[in-house]
């Protein structure tokens, strides 16, 4: 439930923002696909790519 949550907030706010998926990632240094898997709630996020993509923010 909680990675649900924590995965829409992550593409809600990137979007808001007006980032791409792609660029998004880039610009945190990490593949699409992990983002992707991040937001599609596959893949929990590791403390050190929240920080991340709480500094791109």
Avoid: C, H, Y
């Avoid at 706010?13 to 007006?18: A, D, M, S």
């Avoid at 696909?33 to 590791?46: A, D, F, K, Q, Y």
């Amino acid at each position: 439930m909680e990675t649900d949550k924590r995965g829409r907030r992550i593409r809600a706010f990137r979007k808001l923002k007006g980032f791409t998926q792609e660029s998004f990632a880039r610009k945190m240094g990490v593949s699409e696909s992990v983002l992707g898997e991040v937001e599609s709630r596959t893949e929990w996020p590791s403390e050190s790519l929240l920080e991340k993509i709480s500094s791109v923010f």
